[in-house]
């Protein structure tokens, strides 16, 4: 399957200006030829008349380019071509393609050839996953640091120190008696591993934000029916996607909406008001309102009377919001509004709430300065990396065959996350979420 020359759109469907289509395997040079009529220079772009080659009629005028292997985003013979991105024209281009030998390629299969071709490691394919679904400012260079191998950088440098000391480890393993000071080399490997476990334990501590950056902050809005709770998701999106109505009850599902705060992306989700009810429909709301909020980062609790919020909301930040503040007779203000007093209906303090909210989500992911870890996958292989140091560092005096078992299972945790080992696992999830073309 990897020996067929595949091709497909990468640039967006419908209708536009410019379509790109990229072609790629061991068919490409002679594919380019008997469509462009002629192979161009590598790496530079020529003008061509495409033609169908079944019947020599001209489809469009555009650009081709031409990249041979290896130096090729794939890592084979490669090619692209610029068409006009009209569909009658495109459905020409990809028929004269499918027709010359070319098969079409299935989501993520060039990058996964580029992986296997080791032009990027996992972490960066990863990363260009990322790059392509990022929605803000902050998850775009986050991603765009992770699809240039930084993480892979950096578990190459460990994993070098850890080869150092495992090679400390066989010699005693294997050279007993040739130690000159007993109970040297078990102090060298300590000094290795130290700084190590110490670089884990860092990024370990600001996984969370790292992880946050790429899925979204969560802020779930809840309090007692008829609090407004709609009211304020359809104010802060500035359009109806929650029905409001006077009566208590209205919402039963569970409606998420993803905000660009910052740059920080934001989840915010509207609930079912908490309240007793014999509603089969409107228990199972309830129900999810009540994971939703347990689940959440923050949790704004709307209510228009002064309620205390009720303990045991979430497993994050509460911040109680009083509500309707318009219906609140100026006198009263002073003595009932001490905290955040908003109204839906004026605007007043909308913008106060939006500033915390900001504030609120910046903090949750770590200002923006995420570390190497963005997702749950790089996390589990830190964390196992770093638990068999730790044991070594624990206990360094044990005999050297356990402390190397300990050091292979911390360097193979290294390597996962580059994919240097068990990749094939990992392999589907990933290209299964990527567009056809990448
Ligand atoms: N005067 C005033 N009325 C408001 C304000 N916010 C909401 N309301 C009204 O309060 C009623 C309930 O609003 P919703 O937004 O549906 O309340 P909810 O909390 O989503 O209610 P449930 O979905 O039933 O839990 C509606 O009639 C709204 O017009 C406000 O700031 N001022
Ligand atoms: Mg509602």
């Given at each position: 399957m990897d020996h067929d020359t595949i091709f497909a759109i990468a640039s967006g469907a419908g209708r536009a200006a410019i379509t790109v289509l990229r072609l790629s395997g061991p068919a490409t040079r002679v594919i380019v030829e008997s469509i462009a009529g002629k192979l161009p220079a590598p790496r530079s772009a020529a003008l061509a008349t495409f033609r169908d080659p079944a019947t020599g009629d001209a489809i469009d005028k555009g650009l081709v380019t031409f990249f041979p292997a290896p130096k090729s985003f794939t890592g084979e013979d490669y090619a692209e071509f610029f068409c006009h991105g009209g569909r009658a024209v495109v459905a020409a281009m990809v028929k004269a393609l499918g027709g010359s030998g070319a098969r079409p390629a299935e989501p993520g299969e060039f990058t996964r050839r580029a992986l296997i071709?080791?032009?990027?490691?996992?972490?960066?394919?990863?990363?260009?996953?990322?790059?392509?679904?990022?929605?803000?400012?902050?998850?775009?260079?986050?991603?765009?640091?992770?699809?240039?191998?930084?993480?892979?950088?950096?578990?190459?440098?460990?994993?070098?120190?850890?080869?150092?000391?495992?090679?400390?480890?066989?010699?005693?393993?294997?050279?007993?008696?040739?130690?000159?000071?007993?109970?040297?080399?078990?102090?060298?490997?300590?000094?290795?591993?130290?700084?190590?476990?110490?670089?884990?334990?860092?990024?370990?501590?600001?996984?969370?934000?790292?992880?946050?950056?790429?899925?979204g902050v969560t802020i779930?809005?809840?309090?007692?029916?008829?609090?407004?709770?709609?009211?304020?998701?359809?104010?802060?999106?500035?359009?109806?996607?929650?029905?409001?109505?006077?009566?208590?009850?209205?919402?039963?599902?569970?409606?998420?909406?993803?905000?660009?705060?910052?740059?920080?992306?934001?989840?915010?989700?509207?609930?079912?008001?908490?309240?007793?009810?014999?509603?089969?429909?409107?228990?199972?709301?309830?129900?999810?309102?009540?994971?939703?909020?347990?689940?959440?980062?923050?949790?704004?609790?709307?209510?228009?009377?002064?309620?205390?919020?009720?303990?045991?909301?979430?497993?994050?930040?509460?911040?109680?919001?009083?509500?309707?503040?318009?219906?609140?007779?100026?006198?009263?203000?002073?003595?009932?509004?001490?905290?955040l007093c908003i109204s839906a209906e004026t605007g007043e303090n909308i913008d106060v709430l939006i500033k915390r909210m900001e504030d609120f989500a910046r903090d949750a992911v770590g200002g923006g300065h995420t570390g190497l870890i963005a997702r749950e996958r790089h996390r589990k292989s830190f964390e196992a990396a770093a638990s068999a140091l730790a044991r070594i560092l624990d206990n360094p005096e044990a005999p050297a065959e356990l402390l190397a078992e300990d050091l292979r299972a911390a360097m193979f945790s290294l390597q996962r996350l580059t994919g240097v080992v068990d990749v094939e696992d990992i392999l589907g999830e990933i290209f299964s979420r990527f567009c056809i073309g990448k």
């Open positions: 071709n080791g032009k990027m490691d996992l972490a960066e394919v990863e990363g260009l996953a990322d790059l392509i679904d990022a929605e803000t400012e902050w998850q775009r260079r986050a991603a765009l640091r992770q699809s240039d191998g930084v993480l892979g950088r950096q578990a190459a440098i460990w994993r070098g120190a850890l080869l150092e000391a495992s090679a400390l480890l066989a010699a005693e393993i294997d050279f007993p008696e040739e130690e000159d000071v007993p109970g040297a080399s078990g102090r060298r490997v300590c000094e290795i591993l130290t700084p190590v476990l110490a670089g884990l334990k860092a990024e370990l501590a600001t996984a969370r934000a790292g992880e946050r950056l790429r899925e779930v809005i809840a309090g007692p029916p008829n609090a407004g709770k709609s009211t304020l998701v359809n104010a802060l999106a500035h359009r109806d996607v929650a029905i409001v109505t006077p009566f208590a009850g209205t919402t039963r599902d569970i409606i998420e909406l993803h905000f660009d705060l910052g740059g920080c992306p934001v989840t915010l989700i509207d609930t079912a008001g908490l309240r007793e009810s014999t509603d089969a429909a409107e228990q199972i709301g309830i129900l999810r309102a009540r994971e939703k909020a347990q689940a959440a980062d923050l949790v704004l609790w709307l209510s228009e009377a002064r309620d205390p919020v009720p303990s045991g909301v979430t497993g994050g930040e509460v911040w109680p919001v009083f509500t309707k503040s318009d219906l609140v007779p100026e006198g009263k203000k002073q003595s009932l509004c001490q905290d």
